[in-house]
């Protein structure tokens, strides 16, 4: 009965041992799989950030590749930038998917909200002011003294149709004062730069643009800003949002936004951001930007 017993334990202990043998390697392999995607998944991670043409290609990139290249560091993975040469190239890329964080004016921000889900996490503090107004800019000597002088004459909107402060927000303070876009001659600059300066030149009776456009170092080296005068000026609403895509996670959304309200805290940080022509960074909320689908539907019958 002993002899037995014996026998039947060594089976076992030969059996187990077998078992272990076999079982090992897979395990092993099945660990330094699992590892090997973690590691994939670390160096394959990336965030893509589209910047939307408020200014030429290659000043854009000059302004934010710094801040790319912070918050790499904080982030702890790879971060590119993509400039679109144009705003039809820019919303194609956004609808196409091949951006996770957008810095766009106001108007594509509460399209892209509506219709792809994008939702806004921070705004652009600039002159220490975190919201924009819009301004129509006539020559100093101009004999338009009112928005209604304006009729018949030739109006240059900085940044085309869609540019929410300096098209679509004075559109809506002429429209207030009766004058449809039929009652003057609408043109557009891809820049509000060039805009400013076809004012300044006499080459435009009016401009549309942003009311802080003079302070702009670029225009204030190019023309003498005392020349020019605000005919009229709108409410200023809030500044130039920066969304995530909604396939963002809570905890990456939570670290870019916390990466990027740790600038306005050093001085290090103060001068990255005037690098790229902000003066701050602040949170923001969907609800900051009612009151410009406000004006898009009186302006554009948009509905968003």
Not at 185 to 202: A, E, F, H, Q, R
Request: net charge negative; hydrophobic share 40%; with cysteine.
């Amino acid at each position: 009965m002993q002899v037995m017993f014996v026998k039947l334990m060594m089976q076992w202990l030969i059996c187990s041992t077998l078992c272990l043998c076999l079982a090992s390697p897979l395990a092993l392999a099945a660990e330094d799989s699992d590892e090997k995607v973690e590691k994939e998944e670390k160096v394959e991670k990336e965030l893509n950030i589209g910047v939307f043409p408020r200014r030429n290609v290659a000043t854009s990139i000059k302004m934010f590749t710094p801040m790319v290249n912070y918050l790499e560091q904080q982030l702890g993975h790879k971060v590119s930038l993509d400039v679109a040469p144009d705003m039809p190239a820019f919303w194609s890329r956004l609808q196409n998917g091949d951006y996770d964080l957008v810095h766009l004016n106001q108007y594509h921000y509460v399209k892209a909200h509506a219709e792809l889900g994008w939702q806004v996490i921070l705004k652009n503090e600039e002159f220490g002011k975190d919201t924009l107004a819009s301004a129509i800019w006539v020559h100093e000597d101009s004999d338009i003294k009112e928005l209604k002088d304006l009729q018949g004459k030739l109006i240059v909107f900085g940044g085309g149709k869609h540019a929410m402060v300096a098209s679509i927000m004075n559109k809506d303070l002429m429209l207030k004062e009766g004058l449809t876009e039929d009652s003057y001659i609408g043109m557009s600059s891809l820049y509000p730069v060039k805009s400013i300066l076809s004012v300044y030149y006499n080459q435009a009776d009016a401009v549309g643009t942003g009311a802080s456009v003079i302070k702009i170092p670029l225009i204030r080296k190019k023309i003498d800003v005392s020349k020019l005068r605000v005919l009229a000026q709108s409410k200023p609403l809030a500044h130039l949002p920066w969304a995530v895509s909604q396939n963002m996670s809570s905890p990456d959304r939570e670290a870019l936004i916390k990466s990027f309200l740790s600038l306005n805290d050093s001085r290090d940080g103060k001068q990255l951001l005037q690098g790229a022509g902000m003066s701050g960074i602040k949170p923001a909320d969907d609800r900051d930007y009612d009151e410009h689908r406000v004006i898009i539907k009186r302006v554009l019958q948009e509905d968003y």
